[in-house]
C-alpha cells in the first residue's frame, strides 16, 4: 500500500510503530551489551521500557476517547499537571542529556479537563519533544503555562527553531507518510505529538504553535472553569 | 573595476578548491551555469549549509573572472524547498537530479534549464505528489528538451496509438509497436503525454490512477535517456 | 582504530559507543550532519557509522557533503540505519559514488554483526584488542546460542 493510501487512524498507528522501534532497539542492544560486560548498567533500559509503555498507553487511551460520546470533566490543576508530568520525564530528560524545566508564571484556575487524558497527553507530547531536541543537539526543555486572551497555554517548548506554524501544518500532512515530517520530528518521535493532539482534541484543546519567552513549541489552550472562579 | 553581477541560481555542486576555499556550480538562468569560488568557507562553520543551502533558489552576487571562474560575493536565500530532505529517497533523487542537469548543462545552459530545475525541485518539495511522478516528469522533460522525445502519437507503422492495444516500446525506432500482451497500453502512453505536456510536475497528482502505471513508464523514461542522452 | 559514530538518538549512542569502546576503539560520537562534519575535519576516521534519520540536515546531505571533500574520499562508511532496505532506494553506482562499504539495518543489527562489518571493512590488525573481539563473540555465541 502506498504512503499516500492510509487513512489517519493507520496513519497514527504506523507512526506509533515506528517510534516504538527505538525504545525496544535500545533495550536490545543493552541487554546485549550487558551479556558481555556485567558492569553495564540496566536502569538505562527500565526507564526506555517505561516510557515506551506509557507511550501506548496514551495512544489506547486516544483510542478510546474516539468512541465515547462526552468526557466526564473535572476540575484539574494545571500547575499541578505540569509539575507531575516534569517529575515523571526528568529521568527520561537526563538519559537523553537534557535538562527539563517548569515555567509557571503566577497562579491558575482550574480547567475543566479529564485528568487522565490531560497527563497523557502532556506525557506524550514531552516524550516525543525530548527527542526530538535531544537529536537536534539541544540541552534543554520546557514545560510551560501562560495566560493568553483565550486561556491558559500550556505546552512544551524547547530551544531549537526548527517548529514553526508551517513546519507543524505540514508535519500533520506528512505523519505516517514520510519517514521525516519535520525537521527535528522523525519517524521515531512524531507518534508521541499526534497521540498528544489526538487526546487534547477530545477536549477542544488541539496543540498548535506558540511561544513562552523565546522557545517555541507545541501547546494547547485550555479554558479556566468559570465556576470555579466563583468559589 | 568590474562590475558585480546579480542574479538569482540554484547550487548545482560544492566541491573542495584549494585550502579555504569551496568550488560552486550555480545554474542561473540569465548567465547559464557559473563556476564560481566561495572564498574562505572551507573550514568548520561554514561546511555543510553555512549559508549556502542545496535545494534552493538563491539572489547571487559574483564578480566575473578573467578565467573560468567567477568569484561570489554574497548569497541570500530566496526560497527553499526544505521539505525535500524530510525523505531520504527524495533527498537522494535530489541529489541525482542536480547531478543530471550539471552534466547536461556542461556545454550550454538556458533559461529552460533552470526552469526545468527550479520545478523539478518544487516537485519534490510537494509531498502530495509522489517521488516517482516527479522524477518521471523530470525524465520526460530532459528528453524533450535534449530532442529524444519518444513519438507518443502513432505506433512504429505510422498508426494512431489506440486505447485497446498492448505495445513494446522499440528504442531504434523511438515509439511504440503493437504487440499482443505487450507490457504498455493507454495509460502508460497516456502518463508519457502528460509528463511530456504538463508545465509542472505538481499537475500528476491529479491524475487519478498515475501512481499504478507510474513506476513502469518511469523505468521506461529512464532507459531511453541512459540510451540516448547518457546523463 | 578512529570510529565516527553518527548517531542523533542519545541513549542508543551511548551503547554503541561503549560496545566499539570494548573493542579498543577510539570512538567519536555525533549526533548531527553538522557536528559529523566538524568532529571529521578535527581528526579525520577510519571508518564512520552513519545513521541517515537526522534532523535538520540528513545523512544523505553529510554523504554528499564529506565526499565532496577529496581528502575524506576514501574514507569507509557503514550505513547503520532504521530505515529498511526496501525503502532505501540505492543503486549500485550511488552506492559505489557514495563509498558505502556496508548497508547494515539498525534494529535487527546485533552488536557482535556491527563489529565484524567494521573488522571486515577496515582489517582485524585496526582493531586494538583482536583477542577481545573473539572473547566477546565465543561469549556471546555461548549466551545466545547463535
Redesign the interface.
Known amino acids: 500500500m502506498s504512503a499516500f493510501e492510509y487513512e489517519p487512524q493507520e496513519r497514527l498507528l504506523k507512526a506509533l510503530a515506528e517510534q516504538l522501534k527505538i525504545p525496544l532497539l535500545q533495550i536490545a542492544r543493552q541487554s546485549e551489551l550487558a551479556a558481555i560486560d556485567p558492569s553495564v548498567s540496566f536502569r538505562s533500559v527500565g526507564l526506555t521500557a517505561d516510557m515506551a509503555i506509557r507511550l501506548i498507553d496514551s495512544y489506547i487511551l486516544g483510542l478510546q476517547v474516539q468512541g465515547q460520546p462526552a468526557l466526564e470533566l473535572e476540575p484539574v490543576s494545571v500547575a499541578s499537571m505540569l509539575q507531575d508530568v516534569a517529575h515523571q520525564l526528568t529521568p527520561f530528560a537526563k538519559q537523553h542529556e537534557l535538562t527539563l524545566e517548569v515555567s509557571l508564571s503566577g497562579r491558575y484556575e482550574p480547567v475543566m479537563a479529564q485528568k487522565a487524558h490531560l497527563e497523557a497527553a502532556y506525557m506524550a507530547l514531552g516524550h516525543s519533544m525530548i527527542e526530538a531536541q535531544s537529536g537536534e543537539g539541544q540541552s534543554n526543555v520546557l514545560l510551560a503555562a501562560h495566560r493568553s486572551a483565550y486561556g491558559i497555554v500550556a505546552g512544551v517548548f524547547g530551544a531549537s527553531d526548527t517548529i514553526s506554524a508551517d513546519v507543524y501544518r505540514r508535519a500533520r500532512a506528512l505523519y505516517g507518510r514520510a519517514r521525516q515530517s519535520a525537521p527535528g520530528m522523525s519517524a521515531q518521535t512524531t507518534a508521541g505529538v499526534f497521540i498528544a493532539d489526538s487526546l487534547l482534541q477530545s477536549m477542544q484543546a488541539p496543540l498548535r504553535i506558540a511561544h513562552h519567552h523565546k522557545m517555541s513549541g507545541l501547546a494547547a489552550t485550555l479554558q479556566p472553569s468559570n465556576q470555579l472562579q466563583l468559589i | 573595476m568590474k562590475t558585480q553581477i546579480i542574479t538569482t541560481g540554484i547550487i548545482l555542486s560544492r566541491k573542495d578548491f584549494q585550502e579555504a576555499d569551496r568550488l560552486l556550480s550555480i545554474l542561473t538562468p540569465d548567465h547559464g551555469k557559473i563556476k564560481t569560488i566561495a572564498k574562505g568557507v572551507r573550514r568548520p562553520n561554514s561546511k555543510l549549509a553555512g549559508g549556502i543551502e542545496l535545494f534552493s533558489v538563491n539572489h547571487i552576487t559574483f564578480l566575473p573572472g578573467r578565467g573560468d571562474f567567477a568569484t561570489l560575493v554574497s548569497t541570500r536565500m530566496e526560497s527553499h524547498f526544505g521539505s525535500i530532505v524530510q525523505d531520504i529517497n527524495r533527498t537522494m533523487l535530489g541529489y541525482e537530479v542536480l547531478k543530471r542537469i550539471n552534466r547536461i548543462t556542461e556545454d550550454a545552459a538556458g533559461e529552460e534549464y533552470f526552469n526545468l530545475l527550479r520545478a523539478t525541485l518544487g516537485g519534490l518539495d510537494d509531498f502530495d505528489v509522489s517521488a516517482e511522478l516527479v522524477e518521471l516528469w523530470f525524465t520526460m522533460q530532459l528528453l524533450f528538451m535534449t530532442g529524444h522525445a519518444p513519438n507518443l502519437k502513432t505506433d512504429s507503422e505510422g498508426n494512431r496509438l489506440m486505447p485497446g492495444e498492448a505495445y513494446l516500446f522499440d528504442f531504434d525506432e523511438m515509439s511504440f509497436r503493437q504487440q499482443q500482451g505487450g507490457p504498455y497500453g493507454a495509460n502508460h502512453i497516456k502518463l508519457m503525454r502528460l509528463g511530456y505536456g504538463a508545465d509542472d510536475p505538481t499537475v500528476l497528482k491529479h491524475v487519478t490512477g498515475a501512481n499504478e502505471v507510474a513506476a513502469g513508464v518511469l523505468k521506461l523514461a529512464k532507459n531511453i535517456l541512459k540510451l540516448h542522452v547518457r546523463v | 582504530m578512529k570510529v565516527l559514530l553518527i548517531e542523533?538518538?542519545?541513549?542508543?549512542a551511548q551503547?554503541?559507543a561503549?560496545?566499539l569502546r570494548?573493542l579498543g576503539c577510539q570512538v567519536s560520537v555525533a549526533?548531527?550532519?553538522?557536528?559529523a562534519?566538524?568532529v571529521a575535519?578535527e581528526d579525520v576516521p577510519d571508518i564512520i557509522v552513519l545513521e541517515?534519520?537526522?534532523?535538520?540536515?540528513?545523512?544523505?546531505?553529510?554523504l554528499?557533503?564529506f565526499r565532496?571533500?577529496?581528502?575524506w574520499r576514501e574514507v569507509p562508511i557503514v550505513l547503520h540505519t532504521?530505515?529498511p532496505a526496501d525503502?532505501?532506494?540505492?543503486n549500485e553506482q550511488?552506492l559505489r559514488l557514495l563509498g558505502i562499504a556496508a548497508y547494515l539495518y539498525?534494529?535487527t543489527t546485533?552488536?557482535?554483526v556491527l563489529a565484524r562489518t567494521i573488522k571486515e571493512i577496515v582489517g582485524e590488525e585496526k582493531i586494538e584488542n583482536p583477542d577481545n573481539y573473539d572473547r566477546?563473540h565465543t561469549?556471546?555465541q555461548g549466551?545466545?546460542g547463535s
Open positions: 542523533p538518538h542519545r541513549p542508543l551503547t554503541y561503549a560496545w570494548t549526533k548531527s550532519a553538522q557536528s562534519i566538524h575535519d541517515l534519520q537526522m534532523a535538520k540536515h540528513n545523512g544523505v546531505e553529510f554528499y557533503e565532496s571533500y577529496s581528502e532504521m530505515i525503502s532505501l532506494h540505492l550511488q539498525k534494529p546485533t552488536l557482535m566477546h561469549l556471546a549466551l545466545s
